[in-house]
């Protein structure tokens, strides 16, 4: 089973950019769906972004129009890129394929503060 790897977490400003990545162990390409997901401390886990292998998108309402996500199966990534980050956006971001769920990795932890 691929398994995925949580990367690109860091501290940033309010306003700030940060692109994190997921990148599977093996080939992606069978995983018709990948998603990023996130927990902020106190909270439950929450669908954050998903990408198929068409393309299609789903966004949460409270990222859509500053998170962008996609996959490039050649190198077995999916990325999201945050923009315009806020507080409220801090957790740990995990990625997975809810069309194949798999145990959660570790996670990479983003901080939105000033």
């Known amino acids: 089973q691929v398994r995925l790897v949580e990367s690109g977490g860091g501290l940033v400003q309010p306003g700030g950019s940060l692109r994190l990545s997921c990148v599977g162990s093996?080939?992606?390409?069978?995983?018709?769906?990948v998603a990023w997901y996130r927990q902020a401390p106190g909270n439950e886990r929450e669908f954050v972004a998903r990408?198929?292998?068409?393309?299609?998108?789903n966004y949460a309402g409270s990222v859509k129009g500053r998170f962008t996500i996609s996959r490039d199966n050649a190198k077995n990534t999916v990325y999201l890129q945050m923009n315009n980050l806020k507080p409220e956006d801090t957790a740990v971001y995990y990625c997975n394929s809810p069309s194949s769920f798999r145990p959660w990795g570790q996670g990479t932890q983003v901080t939105v503060s000033s």
């Open positions: 093996g080939s992606i390409s069978s995983l018709y769906a």
């Open positions: 990408v198929t292998t068409g393309g299609s998108t």
